[in-house]
């Protein structure tokens, strides 16, 4: 494997990229329940080169992101699609989906669209599909930059982070997309540098 550009898991370089990537890659499969393996996964923001859709295993797998270059990546397995969530909607039917990812994606997007993102999901869920997402805490804020000016992680992708929420910011925008708050679980790892968190819709 070289490490030309679509190779990267990330933007930018650092060395914990591919570290971390692979840590939150490992959360989301943790999270998944199992039975929804035999349906359809889509990640947001799955990455220039989608890991975790060639590390996990269902039976459709499907990726969005603003960068992809549908023509370096070839595994007939996974369908990709470039699109920036922000201003354009899924184009997935509503109930399509068993599993819909957003592996430190959350961050990225500017607040104004965070519930048009949200809703969407919501809408290509099936009734008790889950929605799993990891995001850096606050408390992680100062580290994340002190790291990324050191070449540990990528400082193109710190510095296009739009904004950091507290547990229960985040928590009512599910609620205000449509997700129960008692279907709603979450948690943190890394020291309690990330959050993850699992909705059911």
Same mark, same amino acid.
């Given at each position: ?18 570290? @971390?990537? !692979? ?16 349906? /359809? ?34 595994? @007939?397995? =996974? ?9 354009? /909607? ?30 969407? =999901?919501?809408?290509?869920?099936? !009734?008790?599909?889950? @929605? #799993? ?6 408390? $992680? ?8 000016? =050191?070449?540990?992680?990528? !400082?193109?992708? =710190?510095?296009?982070? !739009? ?6 910011? #985040?928590? $009512? ?14 948690? /943190? ?13």
């Amino acid at each position: 494997m070289t490490h030309s550009h679509h190779y990267n898991v990330t933007r930018g370089f650092g060395f914990l990229e591919t570290v @971390l990537a !692979k840590k939150r890659a490992a959360i989301a499969q943790e999270l998944i329940d199992p039975a929804k393996r035999s349906g /359809r996964v889509l990640d947001i923001g799955c990455g220039s080169f989608p890991y975790f859709l060639t590390t996990t295993h269902f039976s459709e797998k499907y990726g969005v992101d603003g960068g992809i270059n549908e023509s370096l990546f070839h595994d @007939l397995t =996974i369908k990709l699609k470039k699109l920036n969530v922000e201003t354009e /909607r899924l184009p997935f039917k509503n109930d399509f989906f068993d599993v819909v990812v957003m592996l430190a994606v959350f961050e990225h997007i500017h607040p104004q669209f965070i519930d048009k993102v949200l809703v969407d =999901i919501f809408h290509t869920l099936k !009734k008790d599909g889950q @929605l #799993i997402i990891t995001t850096p805490s606050q408390q $992680s804020v100062p580290v994340l930059w002190t790291l990324s000016r =050191i070449g540990l992680i990528s !400082k193109v992708e =710190i510095d296009d982070h !739009k904004n950091s929420y507290a547990l229960g910011k #985040i928590k $009512s925008f599910l609620t205000h997309a449509g997700f129960q708050s008692e279907n709603i679980a979450s948690g /943190r790892f890394e020291l309690g540098f990330n959050m993850w968190f699992v909705a059911r819709k």
